[in-house]
């Protein structure tokens, strides 16, 4: 898959993938943490006969720059309306993975006219993503970090991911994306591989981990930020798709967001986990295909 790359209002160079450019109706796709565009490459196969497919890497993932260091989850769905304003794309069905869905999200609150219909996968919860503080036998205590300098030395989630990246550790990396993305089922060994070098060109994962958890549309603090309240916003028809044995997202998160929403649907897999675009991907995009067009 060849990337193309244009250059943003604020100087960023966003890297891309672009399938089908004369269809009529357009699906935006938008990656996760420690990913790319790259990582969609199941779903770009299944999808792009029908739509035209256009999948970023975010500022400071993949092939992207990452001149100006992120400060929210709203800077990326900024940069993802000037990023189809330079496409000359006037509205886009969204879909959003993981954290992708919190700028999904994000994206559909402020910019309403831009999007049309929203699928997350295993999406950030409208109200964030907390990682909290661990104790002496490396376990989560009930207190969250109160700041991004505590929070980068987390030893149990934020450690050990920023080491293999800064180290090139490929076999650690693998070894995270088994025990929690990939724990329902591998991709063929090629592929993966292909993902995790994606992945280790990440620049700014102690930037996304803190804007994961200051992250919050709701009308009532999170423990670390202030709601904003902008869930209101997200009027879009959304599909919300849960594996019941994601090791990332928790069913409360995922309750919790499709409860705040105005129009939502489900799709529950009992056999899912993180990543359902690599467990079933016939599967993931007949039903993908069904929401966003139901004739």
């Known amino acids: 898959m060849e990337k193309k790359t244009l250059t943003l209002q604020n100087k960023e160079t966003y890297a891309y993938l672009e399938f089908n450019p004369g269809a009529e109706k357009t699906v935006v796709l938008l990656h996760g943490n420690m990913s790319s565009s790259v990582h969609f490459e199941p779903l770009i196969e299944r999808l792009s006969d029908d739509y035209r497919i256009v999948a970023p890497d975010f500022r400071g993932f993949g092939d992207s720059s990452y001149h100006q260091p992120i400060e929210s989850l709203e800077d990326l769905a900024d940069d993802l309306m000037d990023f189809l304003h330079q496409l000359s794309i006037d509205k886009a069905h969204i879909i959003g993975w993981s954290t992708g869905g919190g700028i999904g999200l994000k994206f559909a609150a402020k910019y309403q006219q831009a999007r049309d219909k929203v699928v997350l996968i295993e999406s950030a919860s409208y109200r964030g993503y907390p990682i909290y503080r661990k104790d ?42 088994e025990a929690a993305i990939y724990n329902e089922g591998k991709p063929e060994e090629a592929a993966f591989d292909r993902y995790i070098r994606e ?5 700014n994962l102690v930037d996304i981990d803190w804007s994961l958890m200051t992250f919050n549309m709701s009308h009532t603090p999170n423990g670390v930020a202030p709601g904003d309240g902008s869930i209101e916003d997200v009027t879009a028809p959304v599909l919300s798709i849960y594996g019941k044995k994601d090791r990332v997202i928790t ?14 649907e489900t799709e529950i897999y009992e056999d899912g986990s993180h990543s359902p675009i690599t467990d079933f991907p016939d599967r993931l995009s007949r039903r993908i295909l069904r929401f966003l067009n139901p004739s």
């Open 199 to 203: 992945t280790m060109k990440q620049r």
């Open 251 to 264: 069913e409360t998160m995922f309750k919790e967001t499709v409860e705040a929403l105005k129009d939502a």
């Open 136 to 177: 002496a036998n490396f376990q989560p205590t009930d207190e969250l970090y109160a700041s991004k300098e505590a929070m980068a030395q987390d030893p149990v989630q934020v450690v050990p991911a920023l080491q293999a990246i800064e180290q090139d550790n490929r076999s650690l990396m693998k070894q995270i994306w």
